[in-house]
């Protein structure tokens, strides 16, 4: 019952891609930025100056617990990735709106 369609690849194992790796290893440094600047859906480049104004913030553990959810609840979050990312910044956002109301 087995087909090779449901046999394990190594991430290695691409398919033979069209990349020419070749031509990228080539790339100077110059040709990177021309490249990331002519871009126009590339987010900017960054220098020392953009990390010297920079604040480094490490976020608080997350707590671990266990939650009863309505099925069609957690069925509609596990649509997307990171599902309880998602459902932490909705209720996170809940919580903000109801300190500032008071």
């Keep these: 019952?087995?087909?090779?369609?449901?046999?394990?690849?190594?991430?290695?194992?691409n398919g033979g891609g069209s990349t020419d790796w070749a031509a990228f290893d080539a790339l100077t440094d110059e040709e990177i930025e021309a490249a990331v600047r002519d871009d126009p859906d590339a987010p900017p480049i960054v220098d020392a100056s953009w990390f010297a104004g920079a604040t480094l913030v490490i976020p608080k553990p997350k707590a671990q617990i266990s939650i009863r959810l309505d099925t069609d609840v957690l069925e509609h979050f596990r649509k997307y990735p990171r599902y309880q990312t998602r459902i932490n910044a909705i209720l996170r956002a809940v919580m903000e709106h109801e300190k500032k109301a008071g």
């Design 1 to 13: 019952m087995s087909s090779d369609s449901s046999k394990k690849r190594s991430s290695a194992d």
